[in-house]
């Protein structure tokens, strides 16, 4: 069964550029998470969607972060205009359901210069 | 909100050795879950084990077992006969139990290194 792909793998940007994450979740999976996470910290979650619909982004912010899961599929994440306290990985994951185990991707090192 | 407090930093332990690691946690809320999660060099997060609230039984896999305490709101990780492939930073997280909406709460992470 393949995993949760995620691209790119590393990007390095100058502030106030902008930035696109992709995630593909597993096969069947309904519910999919993008977390962020800062160097020396545990991730936080930033959106969960439930197919295309948004369910938790309370944690998003907003002025500058959008995401999107048009088709209930794929999902990307956009930063504009990045900031240097944007520096870290963003996570994907997808589950089954919002309760069974969630399946995280390798994640997307970012650094804004 | 919800917090997750891991007090160690980093770990070490010897190779065949057992290791605990410590998590509390902060919370009104009465059913939720409870999870470690390995985060190897790769920063792939990798689930090592799962616990419901309602359950007074430890969970156990393998070598990897938790001493749920509720009432202490404490969740330690035991892992036995520690090898090498152990070594990776690991998360505590909390799960609220509700009808939408399924946020981990992590904690900030030990670092584990087993030593030959």
């Known amino acids: 069964e393949a995993g949760v792909a995620q691209s790119p793998r590393y990007k390095i940007i100058e502030k106030r550029q902008s930035v696109a994450f992709w995630c593909n979740p597993i096969s069947g999976h309904a519910t999919l998470y993008w977390y962020q996470q800062i160097l020396g910290q545990g991730p936080k979650l930033l959106i969960q969607f439930q197919n295309n619909g948004v369910v938790d982004d309370s944690q998003l912010p907003k002025d500058r972060f959008s995401a999107e899961r048009l088709k209930g599929v794929d999902s990307t994440l956009k930063i504009q205009p990045a900031k240097l306290e944007d520096s870290a990985v963003y996570l994907c994951?997808?589950?089954?359901?919002?309760?069974?185990?969630?399946?995280f991707g390798q994640g997307t090192r970012l650094t804004v210069v | 909100a919800q917090t997750v407090t891991q007090s160690q930093p980093e770990m070490s332990v010897q190779e065949a050795e057992t290791v605990t690691l410590s998590c509390t946690y902060d919370t009104s809320e009465n059913n939720y879950y409870l999870f470690w999660y390995k985060q190897p060099p790769s920063r792939q997060m990798i689930l090592v084990i799962r616990?419901?609230?309602?359950?007074?039984q430890n969970a156990t896999e393998n070598r990897f077992s938790v001493n749920f305490q509720k009432a202490a709101k404490s969740f330690s990780l035991k892992i036995s006969d520690s090898q090498l492939g152990d070594t990776a930073m690991y998360f505590c997280a909390f799960m609220k139990h509700k009808s939408s909406g399924s946020r981990l709460t992590f904690g900030e992470g030990t670092q584990l290194t087993v030593n030959p």
């Open positions: 616990q419901e609230a309602y359950k007074q």
């Open positions: 994951a997808s589950s089954f359901t919002p309760y069974t185990e969630a399946f």
